[in-house]
């Protein structure tokens, strides 16, 4: 309302102001009035649903129903008013144009508040493209370390970065696998994918570091069809132990070719395809004793894992796991912030150190944000293959179990 110093305003112009105001306010709760007469909160989930990488998608999918059915028979968002979280589900199949076209129409088209996914990161990193323009949060587990390197304000990687899971995977080798020997020549193995160049990059830097020769560094396309000559070259190169990276399908071959031509030196994985129940079941006896490093695993928080295990019949691998802490950190900003606002959502979650539920299943027993979006609490570990379940047996303060050679 606009008057002269000096002046009383009319009780016409009074009304006016009044009017306007009570306009404005009412314009300003529209969304909110929306929201509370649904009772539901839209989340996107966006995974490889379909194709090669279909199982660690309904992995990660059955992780995040579980918790978001816990959240939602608990009484939902309280602070909303006991919103029920409603997931937006959908196939980015192993497409990253697919997958940031999806991303696009879950934000639009479907108004969620916040993105999770995409297991691979190479799709993690365009649906970020998206998010980032649109503003909207997107909650991850893949490793690439480009996801929290780019200077975005909406990203959170729950995991560590895929250099530091490359640097522990050599670290954690050598204190654990190499037995008496010292470990002179190491080989490493991985697919050109975000995934596997920033692992092998940690590998690569760690190796050097130790002062150790590297006499096997070798990409190949993701879904190589014949690891012949690539198994020939590790053959031939005297190496002690051998890190491969890869998903399900090729670590498959790379551990059979190798185990049929009776190659018997340590491996240690590069977590995704050999820390899956798919692995064992594939493979048999061939996987019994084979190491992997992992961002967290299921051994070490069983009383929340183990519900997983009950629902769907097999361990909680560490996508469906990751994925569960991202559904119950985001539900726990959604309730702190008291609001669906995703700026809001944005900032609870950069600025809240998170103790509690899923959280704590994390093998740094919490979860928290740094200002790039990287969880700087996690801690990768190594796994082991024993009687077709995985034992975490490094770091000493982590283990449940002891390496056997």
């Known amino acids: 309302m606009n008057t002269k110093p000096g002046t009383k305003a009319t009780p016409s112009a009074r009304r006016t102001f009044l009017t306007q105001a009570a306009a404005a306010s009412l314009a300003a709760a529209l969304p909110a009035m929306a929201w509370s007469k649904n009772k539901e909160i839209s989340v996107g989930v966006i995974l490889p649903l379909s194709g090669a990488n279909a199982q ?44 940031a076209t999806v991303a696009q129409r879950l934000i639009t088209q479907n108004d969620c508040v ?79 994918t975000a995934y596997g160049t920033s692992q092998a990059g940690g590998l690569r830097a760690a190796a050097k570091a130790a002062n150790v020769e590297i006499v096997l560094d070798e990409a190949y ?10 198994i020939n070259k590790l053959r031939a190169s005297e190496a002690q132990i051998v890190f491969p990276v890869s998903y399900l399908n090729d670590s498959l071959l790379i551990i059979r070719t190798m185990r049929q031509q009776k190659i018997n030196m340590p491996i240690v994985g590069g977590a995704a395809g050999y820390v899956i129940p798919d692995f064992e079941k594939a493979l048999g006896e061939y996987a019994e004793g084979i190491l992997s490093i992992a961002p967290a695993n299921y051994d070490m928080a069983p009383e929340f894992t183990e ?9 909680m691998v560490h996508e469906a796991l990751e994925h569960a802490v991202c559904i119950d950190v985001l539900a726990q900003a959604l309730e702190k912030a008291k609001s669906i606002d995703p700026a809001a959502i944005r900032t609870t979650l950069g600025n809240t150190h998170f103790t509690q539920g899923w959280a704590q299943a994390m093998s740094g027993g919490s979860v928290q944000f740094d200002k790039s979006g990287l969880n700087t609490l996690a801690e990768p570990v190594l796994v082991q293959w024993r009687n077709k379940e995985l034992v975490t047996v490094y770091p000493k303060s982590l283990a449940k179990g002891t390496v056997v050679l």
């Open 221 to 230: 396309p993701l879904g190589i069809s014949d690891v012949t000559p690539l």
């Open 307 to 315: 519900r997983y295990r009950k629902r769907y019949g097999s361990f």
């Open 56 to 99: 660690f998608g309904i992995n990660s999918r059955q992780g995040i129903e579980l918790v978001t059915d816990e959240i939602n028979a608990a009484g939902g968002i309280k602070s909303m008013g006991g919103a029920k979280i409603k997931l937006i589900v959908a196939d980015s199949t192993s497409a990253p144009t697919t997958a």
């Open 114 to 192: 916040a993105i999770l996914g995409a297991f691979a990161s190479s799709l993690t990193l365009a649906i970020s493209e998206v998010t980032e323009r649109r503003g909207i949060p997107f909650l991850t587990m893949s490793f690439s370390d480009q996801i929290t390197e780019r200077g975005f304000k909406n990203i959170f990687q729950i995991v560590s970065k895929g250099s530091l899971i490359g640097k522990c995977q050599f670290d954690y080798a050598v204190a654990t696998a190499s037995g008496d020997k010292k470990i002179q020549k190491i080989a490493i193995m991985y697919e050109d």
